[in-house]
């Protein structure tokens, strides 16, 4: 079965820092699709951004960019020049190539302070 | 802007009274997913349909049921609610495997 680990319940950082998320995870697979997911207070969840397992190349998506390592199973996210609107509850996701189905992180919830 | 729709955003409910759930959305995707989201915690998924095969999770209550009358409709129906029903509750969609999902709302459901 796979498993995602996210070791970080909760981080803070100051306004226009830089902060990274991480992720791990576990499978025996070598096709996936990680995802990190952002849900803001009371607000819908939303992703921020999509790994293709087979692409070495790293996701980003303005500000957030990702730290993929394969082989170490690491899928980290870092926030450049972070935001007040980047406060929320933050979810690593995967899925197996031609599963539909997520597993979930447990989430880290990140508080930009102003 | 296509999207997906849930209602009511809030939902009180007795305890032991049937309470359903809905779900539209106008991106035309072929999954629809059911979650079951407690404060501070990653969603759980309840149920999906593939089109229209219902897919149930091995731990997901008898008490929960789903229905997918059309492609864009998709609603949850709790028969009996519990104390324990209490959460938040996700509708997601996805085009076919590949696609993310792209989620509701939610619904809060209370049990009194």
């Known amino acids: 079965a796979q498993t995602v680990t996210q070791s970080q319940p909760e981080m803070s950082v100051q306004e226009a820092e830089t902060v990274t998320l991480s992720c791990t995870y576990d499978t025996s697979e070598s096709n996936y699709y990680l995802f990190w997911y952002k849900q803001p207070p009371s607000r819908q969840m939303i992703l921020v951004i999509r790994q293709e397992a087979y692409k070495q190349q790293n996701a980003t998506e303005n500000r957030f960019s990702v730290n993929f390592q394969k082989a170490a199973k690491s899928f980290s996210l870092k926030i450049s020049d972070s935001q007040l609107g980047d406060t929320a509850m933050y979810f690593c996701a995967f899925t197996n190539f031609g599963n539909e189905k997520l597993t979930f992180g447990t989430g880290t919830r990140l508080t930009i302070i102003p | 802007d296509a999207m997906v729709i849930q209602n009511p955003r809030y939902q009180v409910t007795q305890f032991g009274k049937p309470v359903t759930l809905s779900c539209s959305q106008t991106?035309?995707?072929?999954?629809m997913y059911w979650y079951q989201q407690k404060s501070s915690q990653a969603p759980k998924l309840l149920f999906h349909?593939?089109?229209?095969?219902?897919?149930n999770e091995a731990d997901t209550p008898d008490n929960f049921q789903s229905r997918r009358p059309n492609t864009s409709f998709c609603f949850l129906d709790i028969r009996s609610p519990g104390l324990g029903d209490a959460a938040m509750y996700l509708c997601?969609?996805?085009?076919?495997?590949?696609?993310?999902?792209?989620f509701g709302d939610g619904t809060r459901l209370s049990i009194l």
């Open positions: 991106l035309n995707h072929n999954v």
């Open positions: 349909y593939y089109d229209k095969d219902f897919n």
């Open positions: 997601a969609t996805s085009r076919g495997v590949e696609g993310p999902q792209h």
